[in-house]
């Protein structure tokens, strides 16, 4: 029986835009691209893997919104609130 062989690998993430086909070129193609894809996978020594492949729109709307939550939070958590004044010791 042959031992057991680990691989390690980086993950990788892939954005493949989305073209026109030469035919399409040829026939003189006008309609909008999409967002194109991106590809998730791991790399183990030079060949890619891929694992899992998501809608561009769906990856860019995502982000968007994360974004947009970050601001928010930054923009309610006053940045020059004064802080809290050390207690004293009670007098004796």
Sequence with gaps: MAEAQTLSGNIE???EPD???EAEVRDGASW???AGHYTIG???DGAFFPLARLKGG???KK???AKAAREQAASETP???PAAAPE???AQ
């Design 79 to 81: 940045a020059d609130a």
């Design 13 to 15: 993430v892939r954005y």
């Design 63 to 65: 982000l968007a919104a």
């Design 19 to 21: 073209a026109y086909t």
């Design 32 to 34: 909008p691209m999409g």
């Design 88 to 90: 004293t010791p009670p």
């Design 58 to 60: 769906g990856v860019q």
């Design 42 to 44: 791991v790399n183990v």
